[in-house]
């Protein structure tokens, strides 16, 4: 895909599921990429499954800023530069307000929304320096409508949308692009961030590619569209749902 080969793209959450996919997909098409997540094994896995291309990987929590760091410190080091940012890690513990889980609370808020600006503090400076570069952040269907048990997770994407056009106003000068990637229902382990067994099992059903959720792989072709369009064009924000999907 044009445009891509030899960029150096770094990924938050790229340990399984759309991280994992999109890291593929980019790394096929002659990326050089960085990798980041908490669970090391599966970032030395995949790095392990494309033999051929230019990976390295750093254990990183996003919520934690100096590891966030780190991350895009390991790619200046290693290339000079960062062309794309893809802050993809975040977490969906759903369930009523009226349960008052302030610990579950609190994870969405430090993962899906300080995770995200924590990325962007980190490669602002690089990307304005270079006076070039785009970030990416993964939104959801729920970032656009909330619907009940949710409360949380779609303020949590919604404050995502609202950073990342704030992103695009303030450091469109610098040329720097910004988009958002919003999927409905994808087969991925986010399911599993649920501590409700019922909601955990309706998510998994729902979002199945054999229920009629998206791949990992639909996902990961936008963000390389995105990424492939000429510096010249701003891809903003990308909505992507399963066709039968109803929200």
Known sequence: MANIEGKVVVIMGASSGIGEATTKKLAEEGARVVIAARREDRLQALAQSLPNAEISYLVADVSNKE?????IDLAIEKYGRVDVLFNNAGVMPTAPLSESRFDEWRQMLDINIMGVLNGI??????MKKQQSGHIIST???AG???YPGSAVY???????RAIMEGLRQEERENNLRSTIISPGA???ELYLTSKDLETQEWLKNNQSTEGFGLKSSDIADAIAYAISTPE?????EIMIRPTKQMI
């Open 67 to 71: 590891e966030v760091q780190s991350v």
């Open 121 to 126: 503090a980190a490669v602002l400076p690089v």
């Open 139 to 141: 939104d959801s269907i």
């Open 144 to 146: 656009h409508v909330v």
């Open 154 to 160: 779609c303020g949590t994407k919604f404050a995502v």
């Open 186 to 188: 994808v087969d991925t």
């Open 232 to 236: 010249t064009v701003a891809v903003s």
